[in-house]
């Protein structure tokens, strides 16, 4: 009878051994396989699902991708910071995180609008009569001193240009890295129709832009008014306002790598 026992312990010790054993493989094999998938969308720039394969058995390096592109995990609507700019009116305490608006996202990329009026400038600093968009002061500005500023060499090798020859209605075309919205676009966001000229000429309170502390001080008269590029119609800029009054607010637009 002993002999029995002994031969039934050796049995179960066995089985659990080998159950423990073979759990182990199959745990090894599943967690190399949501490795691969993990890396395999990494390298394709779908972070989004590599975050997801990650978390089971590398929670870290999900947390990392979250961390390094946040956009992936954002929808249409939604706030995320990216580059700095004086906002508070207050200059030694440094320049603030900028806030930015996801307009809508595109293969590995997304487009932002800056969430508050930034700046005040002219289109046109030399004449009245602008020559368009991809000439005025107000570009220049935008692509290189506030782009310079504003963002950190990192965050610039992000910013993929923006060339809007390819728009429909802009017959001279200009690649820049920051841009104004566009008519075409304000009427998909804005349901403003740009056909119609006593559309874009009458108020729009749900279009008065939030100014910036520091534009508040300096710009006390601009009250909410931005531009936008108006360069397929008459060359130049339309300024969307509250009350049909004049402005020269500016909300840039990037589109960022995700």
């Known amino acids: 009878m002993d002999g029995v026992k002994k031969n039934s312990v050796k049995s179960v010790i066995f089985w659990f051994v080998l159950a423990v054993f073979s759990g182990f493989i199959l745990l090894s094999v599943v967690r190399m396989y949501l490795a691969s998938k993990g890396d395999a969308y990494y390298k394709q720039g779908n972070f989004q699902k590599a975050s997801k394969y990650y978390s089971i058995f590398q929670p870290e390096m999900a947390d990392l991708i979250r961390k390094t592109h946040p956009f992936c995990f954002l929808g249409d609507g939604e706030v995320v910071t990216f580059g700095r700019y004086e906002q508070d009116g207050d200059e030694e305490n440094g320049r603030e995180p900028i806030e930015w608006t996801i307009m809508t996202k595109e293969e590995n990329k997304v487009l932002l609008i800056s969430k508050n009026i930034l700046e005040c400038m002219p289109f046109e600093k030399e004449s ?4 368009g968009w991809h000439v005025s002061t107000l570009r220049d500005w935008m692509n290189d001193e506030f782009y310079f500023i504003s963002f950190s060499p ?83 800029g339309f300024l969307m306002n ?17």
Do not use: C
């Open 154 to 236: 990192e965050e610039r090798s992000r910013i993929k240009p923006y060339n809007s020859k390819s728009e429909k209605f802009d017959t001279n075309g200009a690649e820049q890295n920051v841009f104004l919205l566009d008519l075409f676009n304000m009427e998909k966001i804005y349901d403003i129709s740009y056909h119609t000229t006593s559309d874009l000429s009458r108020p729009h309170s749900d279009v008065s832009g939030i100014q910036t502390e520091y534009v508040e001080q300096k710009y006390p008269k601009n009250e909410g008014r931005w531009w936008v590029d108006n360069s397929f119609r008459d060359g130049d």
């Open 128 to 131: 009245d009569d602008s020559m």
């Open 242 to 258: 509250g009350d049909g009054s004049l402005g020269t607010g500016v909300r840039p637009m990037i589109w960022v790598e995700q």
